[in-house]
């Protein structure tokens, strides 16, 4: 009678044991899934931070190159960027 009532016990341990491996996977899974989305999104907006910056970056070179045209030309610099 214990020898039935111990394998019950060990067989009723093993299934909870697999219950907890399945949800664990599950919620594995879902962390990972979860984890990619927000790399998805962290990569989308540095994209954006770095598309914003060059153009920044543009816009301040366009604006000094005028202003050096500008002196070594004696001419304005309204002249100078339309050049």
Known sequence: M???ILAAAAA????SLTACSEGT?????????SAAADTAENMDAAGE??????????NTADDA??????????????EAAAD
């Open 12 to 15: 009723g341990a093993a299934l």
């Open 25 to 33: 996977e599950e919620a594995a899974e879902t962390t990972v899934d």
């Open 65 to 78: 190159a005028a202003e050096v045209e500008a002196e070594v030309q004696n001419e304005s610099e309204a």
């Open 49 to 58: 931070a770095v598309d914003d910056a060059m153009a920044d970056a543009a």
């Open 2 to 4: 214990r020898k039935i």
